[in-house]
């Protein structure tokens, strides 16, 4: 199972940027799915986590940016609007994918980790 995550960039303050995270190999199913970011001196936070009980956002984020997914594609997106410098950082996607193991009829659930993009807002 890999998790590949796009669409980070430059963006002055203001700006858009939409983040996608797509989750390939022998999946069976894919529960939890979210966003994380960690700027410089920083930990790691979570911005914002989908799964089929609904949506959550860090305070810092709630309205202005917006997570989703494609089910049939197993892609997550976050789409980030009015991008303030203090959104700058390393984005990395994660998702609980429970995947078929070599063992015919066994399946595994684990915790999978993109390998980042890094988002700055700057003018």
């Known amino acids: 199972v890999q998790l590949q995550a796009s669409g980070g960039g430059l963006v002055q303050p203001g700006g858009s940027l939409r983040l996608s995270c797509a989750v390939s190999?022998?999946?069976?199913?894919?529960?939890?799915m979210g966003w994380y970011r960690q700027a410089p001196g920083k930990q790691r936070e979570l911005v914002a986590g989908?799964?089929?009980?609904?949506?959550n956002y860090v305070d810092s984020v709630k309205g202005r940016f917006t997570i989703s997914r494609d089910n049939a594609e197993n892609t997550v997106y976050l789409q980030m609007n009015s991008l303030k410098p203090e959104d700058t950082a390393v984005y990395y996607c994660?998702?609980?994918?429970?995947?078929?193991?070599?063992?015919?009829?066994?399946?595994?659930?684990?915790?999978?980790w993109g390998q980042g993009t890094l988002v700055t807002v700057s003018s």
């Open positions: 190999g022998d999946i069976f199913s894919i529960d939890y």
């Open positions: 994660n998702a609980d994918v429970t995947y078929r193991t070599i063992v015919p009829g066994r399946t595994k659930r684990t915790t999978f």
């Open positions: 989908v799964n089929s009980g609904g949506v």
